[in-house]
């Protein structure tokens, strides 16, 4: 098979080919290698969606569940012995001693590692512009963003770099970008996948995905990711991943909520939700209105909550026990100073700001345990909403991809990219985001959210939608 080929067969199907003899998996691995390691050689000139790559292939993962199909992993997830750097300078060159458990359970299943990839420092942004290494850039327009901050990896699947790959969702992070570069990411339930030997951003919302071509691919990679851990006292067990079959969705009652569908979406945007919400009811789905009375505020409340729990996962990057140290400080205070100044990126700078103020005595109860308070109303908003109906349908950003740049002076603006996203985070439910159409020649997301542990319906309800939806433009392959 030419290297042209392999790279035109999804994850299942590659996997498929290997398993019949049709493919060697070491011919598959370094055909994406090449492409890679071409990437990354093409510097400004290419999408910068690696910061390593892998010189060959590990054991031989041929035989296995994922018969050795090569898989990016998002540069947060430590992996023993390979830079895992989450894209900031304060991590840079950083060798783990140990492997992230959503990582070594794809490795035990026979996934090859190809790629760390490129994200938003710390995952903190909506755009990739964030990262210590470059912005990444989006493979359908290379002057727009590809969203963030799973950037790298949504960029990498989507410019055929990679067959699929894994990133993390806090508040949007892998919903959004697969939106913004027209692929699949699917962020699970909150604890479905381990969060041991993930750089914590987040702890409460942080949660590990799949960035993928197709829907059978997300569900594939989930199924042998997910899992109680004991490292990782949050996880939980969650129900055995069914490969998607479902052709209609007969019976399948879907909410439509005004306060994430209405007013701040693109017209272009919302022209292609609403193309899509009719291919639902044609595939014998119920569409109705359904209210989440407090999702407008899901926003601010995230931009409290995950800023305080950020200020209190990066205090341990001091300069002491690993990481950057700066030199020449004159006193302990003066080298932990020097080392935060130099080591972390603006964005991050922000938001841990941010989130010491919010914890700050005398100002707790009034911007963090307020926060919390929304927090269970959005919860309880989602629950009385699936009393009704089985699934929620929203756009999942409210715009295509934006100019690189274009959104980098105004931090508001920018977090407004994740005005879709935020709610499902914070209610820690499941919620997939799949192409539905173009606008402006650019890619736009149809995002499905349902109740926690629902992936199976989810995954059912969204690989009938993407078949009758039949998206099949891509950018050019690189």
């Not at 290379?142 to 990133?167: H, T, Y």
């Not at 609403?274 to 601010?300: C, D, F, I, Y």
């Not at 919390?372 to 009385?384: G, H, L, P, S, Y």
């Not at 699936?386 to 409210?398: G, N, Q």
């Amino acid at each position: 098979m030419s290297a042209a080929g392999v790279v035109e067969l999804t994850a299942s199907e590659a996997a498929a080919a290997v398993e019949r003899g049709e493919l060697a998996a070491g011919e598959l691995f370094e055909s994406y290698r090449a492409r890679a390691a071409s990437d990354v050689q093409a510097g400004a000139d290419g999408l910068n969606c690696f910061t390593w790559v892998a010189e060959a292939a590990g054991p031989d993962g041929a035989r296995a569940p994922l018969q050795g199909v090569p898989l990016a992993v998002k540069d947060l997830f430590c992996v023993a012995g390979v830079p895992s750097q989450a894209g900031s300078r304060i991590l840079e060159g950083y060798l783990p001693p140990y492997t992230a458990t959503a990582v070594s359970r794809l490795s035990d299943a026979g996934a090859a590692l190809l790629a760390k990839t490129n994200q938003d420092e710390f995952a903190m942004g909506s755009s990739n512009e964030n990262s210590a290494f470059g912005p990444v850039r989006n493979p359908w327009d290379r002057e727009r963003v590809p969203g963030g901050s799973s950037g790298g990896s949504a960029a990498a699947v989507a410019a055929g770099l990679a067959p699929w790959a894994i990133g993390t969702d806090t508040g949007g992070s892998i919903r959004q970008p697969a939106a913004l570069c027209g692929i699949v990411g699917l962020k699970p339930t909150y604890g479905a996948v381990s969060r041991y030997g993930m750089i914590a951003f987040a702890s409460s919302l942080d949660q590990a995905g799949p960035l993928t071509r197709t829907v059978a691919d997300a569900a594939l990679l989930l199924r042998h990711m997910s899992g109680r851990d004991p490292c990782d006292a949050t996880s939980l067990q969650l129900a055995p991943v069914e490969l998607p079959d479902a052709e209609r969705l007969d019976g399948l009652r879907i909410g439509v909520p005004e306060e994430l569908s209405g007013e701040g979406v693109e017209a272009g945007v919302r022209e292609q939700f609403t193309r899509a919400l009719a291919r639902a009811q044609e595939l014998g789905a119920a569409v109705e209105a359904t209210a989440l009375p407090h999702a407008p505020h899901a926003l601010s409340a995230y931009y409290v909550l995950a800023p305080a729990e950020c200020s209190s996962n990066l205090a341990r990057y001091d300069g002491v026990r690993y990481g950057l140290r700066a030199q020449g400080a004159e006193d302990l205070l003066q080298m932990y100073t020097r080392t935060r100044h130099d080591g972390f990126g603006p964005e991050v700078k922000r938001r841990v700001m941010l989130g010491t103020y919010a914890l700050s005595a005398g100002y707790y109860e009034a911007f963090y345990g307020r926060a919390q308070k929304v927090r269970t109303k959005i919860a309880e908003d989602f629950a009385r909403a699936f009393e009704s109906v089985d699934l929620i349908a929203t756009p999942t950003s409210p715009t295509v991809a934006f100019k690189l740049g274009e959104r980098t002076a105004e931090p508001l603006a920018m977090y407004m990219s994740d005005y879709c996203t935020v709610p499902m985070s914070l209610a820690g439910i499941p919620a997939i985001s799949i192409p539905c159409g173009l606008s402006q020649g650019l890619p736009v997301g149809l995002q499905l959210a349902g109740p926690a542990f629902s992936e199976n319906r989810l995954l059912d309800a969204a690989h009938a939608l993407e078949r009758a939806i039949a998206f099949d433009a891509s950018p050019a392959r690189v």
